[in-house]
């Protein structure tokens, strides 16, 4: 069983930055492969970024790329998602998931995350 809490969301003007985190439970944490997702308001959950379990290589949908960075510690359990050059249209629920297979790499689709965490609010005014 693993358990992810995100925080560090919030309110910022578009143009912004914003960094959100990702506590996960358990001791296998090293080996899961974390991504972030994202839900807009009547839209579809959709792959924002995801990491390798050493962080060695990093993904990203292409709304995201260049203003988003993800990183991982694994030492304490934590991955991060760190949002620049915010847009009004990355308002939405952000979620942090786990992907537990032990072969592949980072999927950016939804059915391959076995937990995810409850979510947290972006939203960026413009």
């Known amino acids: 069983q693993v358990q992810l809490v995100e925080s560090g969301g919030g309110l910022v003007q578009a143009g912004g930055s914003l960094r959100v985190s990702c506590a996960a439970s358990g001791r296998s944490f090293s080996i899961y492969t974390m991504a972030w997702f994202r839900q807009a308001p009547g839209k579809e959950r959709e792959f924002v970024s995801g990491i390798s379990r050493t962080g060695g290589n990093t993904y990203y949908a292409d709304s995201v790329k260049g203003r988003f960075t993800i990183f991982r510690d694994n030492a304490k359990n934590m991955v991060y998602l760190q949002m620049n050059s915010l847009k009004p249209e990355d308002t939405g629920v952000y979620y942090c998931?786990?992907?537990?297979?032990?072969?592949?790499?980072?999927?950016?689709?939804?059915?391959?995350?076995?937990?995810w965490g409850q979510g947290i609010q972006v939203t960026v005014s413009s």
């Open positions: 998931a786990v992907d537990r297979r032990l072969s592949g790499g980072v999927s950016g689709l939804e059915e391959e995350y076995d937990y």
